[in-house]
């Protein structure tokens, strides 16, 4: 038997979220990946490192690669607490995927706030990239783009459960 409200979450809304989830899941796998690997061996040479200023490594070993750069203004540069955006992206994905399986109400609220913190978020680092760095990154530019694509997502899970009697728990 279906639970409370599954009606409510579209089957391309639930395939769209698993994609998005898994592709920026693995994106930031790979970011993680290319960081430690560079970090490990400043002479690596990432899949994304396409040239000068098309480099994905570049932007994340940049100071703006940990805690948005913001981290350790507040805390030692090498605290646990300033750590790679790729795993606050593992962080997210996670429970953007996890809290989309929820047709709560409460769980799609949650859903839109955080997806509107990830593009806040997108936007700061894309100014970061562009007129800071001036830089190109094919990684980064894809999760910003799969985080305005979770945010459309979430909005529509949100507008379509208003009105909708399901349970807030």
């Not at 579209?10 to 990946?33: D, N, Q, V």
């Not at 799609?108 to 955080?114: G, P, R, S, T």
Request: net charge positive; proline share 2%; aromatic share 14%.
């Amino acid at each position: 038997m279906a639970a409370a409200g599954d009606h409510c979450v579209p089957t391309w809304e639930r395939k769209t979220r698993i994609f998005l989830c898994a592709f920026g899941f693995m994106l930031s796998i790979y970011a993680l990946h290319v960081e430690v690997s560079r970090e490990n061996n400043p002479e690596y040479r990432a899949m994304c490192d396409l040239g000068e200023s098309v480099s994905c490594s570049k932007v994340f070993t940049s100071r703006w690669g940990r805690g948005f750069g913001l981290v350790q203004y507040f805390v030692a540069e090498d605290s646990a607490l300033n750590q790679p955006n790729s795993i606050l992206g593992i962080i997210f994905y996670t429970l953007e995927l996890g809290l989309g399986l929820s047709v709560s109400k409460r769980a799609a609220l949650f859903l839109v706030i955080f997806s509107w913190m990830s593009v806040v978020g997108s936007i700061y680092l894309a100014y970061v990239l562009a007129f800071i760095l001036g830089d190109f990154c094919l990684v980064c530019v894809s999760t910003y783009i799969i985080n305005f694509a979770l945010l459309f997502t979430n909005l529509k899970r949100r507008k379509g459960l208003d009105g909708v009697k399901v349970k807030s728990g």
